[in-house]
């Protein structure tokens, strides 16, 4: 038999329909919903007159807009606050589970999806939010959607979807101390540039990858999205199947579900369109310095001079990128001072994120003129932090430690930056406005922030030594 | 959804590559319920000063281009959030037809839901369109999906690439909903056949 990739495993294994010159009919396993990109799709079921084909495969949350202060309070925007209800009603309507603000498993899709169980290796996953791709890290094919995809898939649990190209990213080597799963992909993205795996499903393969914890691994798949790819994914093993074998919405049958996962991983010798490889020894911290996730140098260098690049298009991009960011060619990246730190998003929200920076953090504290907050992914996460004592640790060292959301990621709650404030964030996009208009975003890893947080200004974290727990 | 068969139009210029959907349509304009009514928040913090003022830095703002409906721009547009709202934006605003080099996949297929038609053309097209646009105030393309062809009266003359099934779909304004139902008989079959992949949740 011909080898074959992973993923032409699991898309051959979900072709519903296929003809000729027109985009395949693939089946969706599993489909999760939130508050911003399903209004307009359950509006159009009911225009329709159609049902949710598979209500029991559907799951639903608020994220996005939700306030991350105390959840007694009102929500104070209206609109959020009509987008919210309006979830809600459309799940009770429709027959989905909802997992709403008051709900002890809410939290951001991306980090709820995995915990509870239900991103699995080998099945299909979409949502109507690009970062889908994180649960690739299951081994999953995993795809953001748009709110006209979200309602096909709600109204026959399929997809239709032009076959991707396959690449192969292959990161082998010692990874040094301080560098993140963070540092890895901002450095991939870096090199390929935001629209290098345009049109492909990158695996990622490797020595070092296979070495990364779960919620690393997510990390890396999460940001795959940001160098164009439609998805990112790992070949799921032994974590992959310890991390789901108690979740809630794991397969009862487990044992069965493992042997057939056994056999996902690409075969050897498998064809991809394209390959690249990485040497892991050779990374570094990374800090972005521009409006997109590729704009991205490490720590020990400086802002570039775009009189340096050689394609005119990126030349401009990155002129722009500097005026908007208010940077000046050649400065050291160490030497930039920051005002705001955000510690969250589906990138970097997990428990192992928390406890990495509890560790930096611990016996140190917030520089006096720094604002940071630290917004755990998930309502599981903040309480795991809780019984963990992190938040005691955030807390002394002088971070606001909120509820679970989306929060400054992209501010479309209370959380933003002000005008021209700079921000060292470990979410996934630096573009201009998202965190706020004006907002300035240098995406680092967990420990960069933290270490950004309590200088004041970018630092290489290889100086500094962890606390231990 | 509007078939989309021959436009004629002026062309207005966004001379940026890597244009993300949080520019298209920033994100505090996200949280209506509804589909339509986002024209007016399009490249928002571009086009306007705090809001109120028109930017006079903003190309598109030039009266030039008034009532265009065909936004010719740089490669990689559309990239980032999977928003569909920002296709909603662009045909709210009045656009049919965005022209780029190259489009983010999801951007780029969100169009087509819409009954917008996106083209990509190569680089030195797209730049001879720039520059024929600048010369020429209230300049026009004729775009005819028919025959796949992009044409202007001072004689340019480009091909469309596209796909034969997503063309059809637009020249009919058909909707992919629809279609897929079609297959309502192997989508049942396939849901017999294949429950074990991943079983439904039992919580
Ligand atoms: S945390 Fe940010 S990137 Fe992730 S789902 Fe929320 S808004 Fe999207």
Redesign the pocket.
């Known amino acids: 038999m011909t080898p074959k990739t992973m993923f032409e495993k699991i898309w051959e294994a979900h072709v519903v329909h296929e003809e000729a010159g027109k985009p395949s009919l693939i089946y969706i396993d599993r489909h999760l919903v ?1 508050e911003v990109t399903s209004p307009q799709a359950f509006e159009g079921l009911r225009l329709a007159g159609l049902r949710v084909r598979r209500p029991e495969l559907t799951f639903a949350t608020m ?2 807009n939700v306030p991350t202060t105390d959840r007694s309070l009102p929500i104070e925007d209206a609109i959020s606050k009509r987008q919210m209800e309006t979830l809600s009603q459309n799940c009770k309507a429709f027959g989905v589970t909802l997992f709403d603000l008051n709900n002890p498993q809410q939290g ?3 980090v709820i999806g995995p915990e509870l169980g239900l991103t699995l290796p080998g099945a299909t996953l979409v949502c109507g ?3 889908t791709s994180t649960h690739g890290a299951f081994g999953a094919l995993a795809f953001g959607i748009g709110t006209s995809e979200v309602e096909h898939v709600l109204a026959t649990q399929c997809l239709l979807q032009d076959r991707p190209r396959t690449f192969l990213i292959e990161v082998n080597g010692r990874r040094p101390y301080g560098v993140e799963a963070k540092d890895i992909i901002l450095s991939i993205i870096g090199r390929i540039g935001t629209g290098g795996g345009t049109g492909c499903v990158i695996e990622f393969g490797g020595g070092t990858v296979r070495a990364l914890s779960m919620e690393e691994r997510m990390t890396v798949c ?1 940001m795959s999205i940001e160098g164009g790819a439609r998805a990112g994914m790992i070949a799921p093993d032994e974590k992959t199947f310890d991390y789901l074998r108690s979740r809630r919405y794991a397969p009862k049958a487990f044992d069965a579900a493992v042997a057939r996962w056994e056999k996902l991983p690409t075969d050897p010798g498998a064809q991809f369109d394209r390959r690249l490889k990485i040497d892991a020894a050779s990374l570094s911290p990374q800090v972005t310095w521009g409006t997109n996730p590729g704009q991205v140098a490490a720590v020990d260098g400086r802002v570039p001079n775009p009189m340096d690049l050689s394609d005119p298009n990126d030349r401009k991009s990155a002129e722009r990128a500097l005026e908007y960011m208010g940077l000046r060619p050649g400065t050291p990246i160490t030497e930039i001072p920051i005002e705001r730190v955000f510690i ?4 970097n ?1 997990r428990i192992e994120d928390l406890r990495r920076v509890a560790r930096f953090v611990k016996g140190r504290r917030v520089a006096s003129k720094v604002y940071a907050m630290i917004v755990p992914g998930s309502q599981p996460v903040k309480k795991k932090a809780e019984e963990e004592g992190l938040d005691r640790i955030f807390k002394e060292a002088g971070f606001d430690w909120r509820e679970s959301g ?2 400054m ?2 501010g ?1 709650n209370p959380d933003t930056l002000r005008p021209g404030e700079r921000c060292a964030s470990t ?3 630096n573009f201009e406005g998202r965190q706020g208009k004006g907002g300035r975003t240098h995406l680092v890893s967990p420990i960069m922030a933290a270490a950004a947080a309590v200088e004041g200004r970018f630092v290489d974290v290889r100086r500094y030594e962890l606390k231990e727990d | 959804m509007e078939p989309f068969k021959k436009l004629k139009g002026i062309v207005t210029l966004l001379d940026l590559p890597n244009v993300d959907t949080d520019q298209i349509i920033p994100k505090q304009f996200l949280k209506r319920i509804e589909r339509t009514g986002f024209g007016e928040f399009l490249f928002y913090d571009w086009r306007f000063i705090d809001g109120v003022e028109l930017n006079p830095d903003f190309e598109m703002n030039a009266p030039r281009y008034r009532g265009a409906t065909i936004l010719v721009t740089r490669a990689n547009f559309g990239c980032g ?1 999977s928003r569909e709202h920002a296709p909603w934006a662009l045909l709210d605003y009045g656009f049919r037809c965005v022209i780029a080099p190259s489009f983010a996949d999801i951007f780029y297929n969100n169009c087509f839901k819409n009954g917008i038609l996106p083209v990509r053309l190569i680089e030195e097209e797209v730049e001879t369109i720039f520059q024929r646009v600048r010369e020429a105030p209230g300049y026009q393309l004729n775009i005819d999906l028919e025959k796949k062809k992009i044409t202007s009266d001072d004689g340019l003359n480009f091909r469309i690439e596209i796909d034969d099934f997503r063309r059809y779909l637009l020249l009919n304004g058909l909707d992919d909903i629809g279609l897929t139902l079609q297959h309502e008989q192997k989508i049942s079959a396939y849901e017999k056949t294949h429950s074990e992949i991943a079983p439904a949740p039992i919580g």
């Open positions: 939130h994220d996005h951001i899709v991306h939010d690009s970062h999460n969250g998003s589906c990138t929200s989306c929060s990621c992209l479309m979410s996934n996009r | 959030s």
